[in-house]
């Protein structure tokens, strides 16, 4: 039976060591939670670290630990202290953590912490891979696992794998600044699917895949040779029934509520509230914004002094990174200051808490609390404003919550609040400390239905669900691939057949894409192949292409080979040039200024003039921007291309204007008509070629290059692969 292997880059368990005793507790985090079930299911495992460095542990340790912790299905990776300064400390969290929260100016690049970053992704590799039986599926685990998942694709292509980045993935001009974005994005890739906590995240993400490797993006799915990666955003959810139960419960027996609940009443009244936040100790959770915020209000508002007060839990993190420690100083000053200025004998406005609390102590936080008051500066996510959600089952309560949330996307009936803006910010918590009950249940009904409905166990199998489905684009694709055993029928058939004709597309069948199409030349190899095929008897080869005949005559007048250019116009046949088809030109002049006018707005475009035809050329344009241009150029297009008799055509990064009644196939089937062909061959690789594949007789070959949608009843991957074809033949 296949299994699931889940990565991370902590095991969800806490291991310690005292006087050589293990003790091993699993953690309930949210994560852990919602892979219960799919960690549960048969013989599923999670890889991951243990959280002990390697040189704490001897021989003895060591194999105690790895049988407890395999005991809960789980299976070490193996780090150093070195590993974790470097990867986890360094890399993660001063390059990447920084860097995708938009925070450049904490951002450090250093190529030792990058070598450590992709030494430590190798190590889990390896463990993956000695884990992995053909037809497994690993679910990897956000953004210290960049790197994995096209480590684990290039030595087991057959595994089904999906990504999930738990934090922001920031806009290209962000991302682009990364010394190694290639690498980063082509990781990622190595997945089946990738998911995100929004539709933002996901969009930022396909763009820098546009612009950064210039693959090809259609709505959500990328393409990149013979793999269709898709793409796709999932909201994480909250094991709502155990918050929302555990909070009924602590509610309804008085025995359940801790000194902090109790404490907490006794401050608590219609005339005195309680606001709340809580969040890890970092600089993206925007705590010092948040205080000088708290004191602007009051200062705003001094009607809610002695009223109010601000229950702020900062649960320690990461303190061994520098700006870290700058932002516990900061915050405990700024604690200290406000503090200081506005307590009175009876009244304290912040009650700051620096410390994790037990998962019940931080219900019963979550209970006694009027307002929650979540404001980052920038969040993947942020589960702690969907928990206050799920523990009001009063259905009252307010929460404010930041835009700049990933969770701010699904939360409309909270009061989403800009955290830089300082008038937004006050003038929503005094609404929230004012607000009707009446309006507080209503919005709050809304928002729990929904988190009830879309929990962390249904983000899961949501995930799991989709992922599953990218096997059945791989078997589509599959099923069209040209196999040896189909290449070796096709050979065979060729050497048996008594008349055989083949028509062959140039431009990225033969030869690869340039930037300028001008450098696309032929070189001595495929002459000397094409030479070889041209010389057998019975065998007739044709050119056929989009290009102008005066590029053609330059490259192949001196040869034999029967060609086709401007897409069925012109035929080279025993050295002479015959009009297939006789068209007007007049258009041009009209159409040409449409044209520059692209090219003048557009960086990176250009026009090609051919005899019959115009073709702009985009391929080194911003794909973004290129997006919207041929789309406005379509429109403007249309009603000239009525009139004139003309048709658009989109080609491989390229839109070509041209009389309605020329295309490849027609000019196929004209020269086809003048023999008895018993085998036939036909090669291309765009939309132009399709004409060709359509209007092929049903015993031809009809081979596409490139993995896209297509007529053509077999596809390979690249020229690479054409070339290894054609050079068959010549035997
Ligand atoms: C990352 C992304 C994304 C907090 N204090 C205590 C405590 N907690 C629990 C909360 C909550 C969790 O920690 C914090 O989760 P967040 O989502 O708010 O934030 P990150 O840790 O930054 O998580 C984030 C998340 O990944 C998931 O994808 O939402 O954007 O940054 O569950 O309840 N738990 C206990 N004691 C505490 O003192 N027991």
């Known amino acids: 039976m296949h299994k699931t292997i889940i990565v991370s880059n902590r095991l969800p368990l806490q291991v310690s060591i005292k006087k050589d005793e293990l003790k091993i507790t699993p953690s309930v985090g949210g994560l852990a939670t919602g892979m219960k079930s799919v960690h549960a299911e048969g013989n599923g495992i999670w890889v991951g670290w243990s959280g002990i460095p390697e040189e704490d542990l001897d021989n003895e340790l060591s194999k105690k630990v790895t049988e407890a912790i395999q005991k809960e299905k789980c299976v070490a990776v193996p780090l150093t202290h070195q590993d974790i300064e470097e990867y986890y400390e360094g890399f993660s969290n001063r390059a990447l953590w920084p860097l995708f929260h938009y925070f450049m100016e904490y951002t450090k690049f250093e190529k030792n912490e990058w070598e450590a970053y992709k030494r430590v992704n190798e190590k889990f590799a390896e463990v993956i891979i000695n884990q992995l039986n053909d037809g497994d599926t690993v679910w990897i685990h956000d953004y210290q696992l960049l790197l994995l998942p096209q480590l684990i694709k290039e030595q087991k292509p057959n595994t089904t794998i999906g990504f999930f980045l738990h934090i922001p993935f920031p806009s290209y001009e962000i991302f682009r600044t990364f010394p190694w974005r290639k690498e980063i994005l082509s990781g990622m890739l190595g997945a089946d699917l990738l998911g995100f906590h929004t539709y933002d995240y996901e969009r930022h993400f396909l763009s820098s895949v546009k612009r950064i490797l210039r693959l090809d993006v259609n709505f959500n799915e990328i393409h990149d040779q013979d793999r269709i990666i898709k793409v796709d955003s999932f909201p994480m959810g909250i094991d709502y029934d155990k918050f929302h139960n555990f909070a009924l419960e602590h509610i309804k027996s008085p025995k ?8 907490l009443q006794e ?25 000088k915020a708290f004191e602007y209000f009051l200062e705003k508002f001094p009607e809610f002094k002695e009223k109010v007060r601000l229950v702020m839990l900062a649960v320690p993190s990461r303190s061994n990174v520098p700006q870290y420690q700058k932002l516990k100083r900061e915050t405990d000053e700024l604690v200290g200051r406000i503090n200081g200025k506005f307590s009175t004998v009876s009244w304290t406005p912040i009650w700051y808490f620096y410390r994790a609390l037990p998962f019940s102590d931080l219900i019963d936080l979550y209970i006694s609390s009027d307002v929650a008051l979540i404001t980052p500066i920038r969040d993947g996510m942020n589960l702690v404003a969907k928990e206050y ?5 009063n259905k009252d309560g307010v929460l404010i919550l930041s835009e700049m949330a990933g969770a701010s ?4 009936e909270a009061l989403l609040i800009n955290p830089n803006n300082f008038e937004d910010f006050t003038d929503n918590l005094e609404k929230a400390l004012t607000m009707p009950l009446e ?18 166990s249904k983000w899961a199998e949501e995930f799991l669900k989709s992922l599953a489905e990218t096997k059945k684009t791989k078997h589509v694709m599959v099923a069209k691939k040209l196999t040896p055993e189909y290449e070796q029928k096709i050979v065979g058939d060729y050497h048996k057949a008594k008349n055989r004709v083949l028509f062959l597309d140039y431009d990225g069948t033969l030869v690869g894409f340039k930037d300028d199409p001008q450098e696309a030349k032929p070189d001595d190899r495929l002459y000397e192949l ?7 008897e019975n065998t007739t080869l044709i050119l056929i292409s989009g290009r102008d005949r005066d590029t053609f005559q330059r490259w192949f007048g001196h040869k034999n080979y029967n060609l086709v250019t401007d897409h069925g116009v012109w035929l080279f046949q025993n050295n002479e040039w015959l009009a297939l088809e006789h068209l007007k030109t007049d258009w041009m002049q009209r159409i040409r200024p449409i044209l520059e006018t692209f090219v003048d707005r557009t960086p990176g475009t250009f026009i090609e003039t051919k005899k019959y035809s115009l073709a702009w050329h985009y391929r080194m344009a911003d794909p973004e921007l290129v997006k919207t241009r041929t789309l406005e150029l379509n429109t403007v297009l249309t009603s000239m291309v009525a009139n004139n008799n003309l048709m658009v055509l989109k080609g491989n990064k390229v839109i070509e204007i041209k009389s309605s009644n020329v295309n490849k196939g027609r000019a196929m089937s004209r020269l086809n008509l003048q023999e008895n062909y018993d085998f036939m061959m036909v090669i291309g690789d765009d939309w132009t070629d399709e004409y060709m594949f359509e209007e092929a007789p049903t015993f031809g070959y009809t081979i596409k290059v490139g993995y896209t949608k297509t007529k053509a009843r077999y596809q390979v991957k690249d020229t690479k692969q054409v070339l290894q074809l054609l050079s068959q033949l010549k035997k």
Not at 256 to 263: L, T
Not at 389 to 393: P, W
Not at 439 to 456: A, G, I, P, S
Request: overall charge positive; hydrophobic content about 30%.
């Open 256 to 263: 359940e509520k801790s000194e902090i609940y109790q404490r």
């Open 389 to 393: 959600v799920a523990t009001r089952v």
């Open 267 to 291: 401050h608590i009244s219609d005339d005195n509230k309680l606001i709340l936040s809580i969040d890890r100790m970092d600089y993206t959770k925007g705590i010092p914004n948040r205080i």
């Open 530 to 536: 094409l030479d070889t095929i041209q010389k057998q």
């Open 439 to 456: 309006e507080q249940q209503k919005r709050m009904k809304f928002l729990q239905n929904r988190l009830k409905r879309y929990d962390v």
């Open 409 to 412: 996307k699904e939360m409309n």
